[in-house]
């Protein structure tokens, strides 16, 4: 096996992991999650009175934390600065014409 294609195994699973225990933890349900390259895409329903922002926010904060916890030497000689994991921007969207069953379609054939 590729030992480069293993690591990325190893972070796609703990980075979805992590992200599914956040969703537990605050009760979102994961619709669909798949990741690409350099991102995640997850379909998400969550309680209206949620904010997109925060919930965001949540997920790159507490994803960070567990990361560096869990691959800290690894990071730190990829990273100049130290506990920086996501990038400062996100892309979010509701689903409006679109039926879920699309994005969930897309969402799923990403990677």
């Not at 949540?58 to 130290?82: C, D, I, M, N």
Request: proline share 1%.
């Amino acid at each position: 096996m590729d030992i480069k294609a293993h690591r990325s195994d190893l972070w796609i699973d703990a980075i979805k992991q992590k992200i599914q225990s956040i969703a537990d933890a605050h009760h979102y349900e994961i619709v669909a999650m798949e990741t690409d390259k350099d991102h995640v895409h997850i379909l998400l329903g969550y309680d209206t009175t949620d904010s997109v922002c925060n919930i965001v926010k949540t997920v790159k904060q507490e994803t960070t934390h567990h990361l560096w916890q869990r691959f800290g030497p690894f990071l730190a000689k990829h990273y100049w600065k130290k506990r920086i994991f996501w990038s400062d921007g996100y892309f979010a969207c509701s689903i409006g014409e679109v039926s879920s069953a699309i994005i969930q379609k897309y969402i799923e054939n990403q990677g």
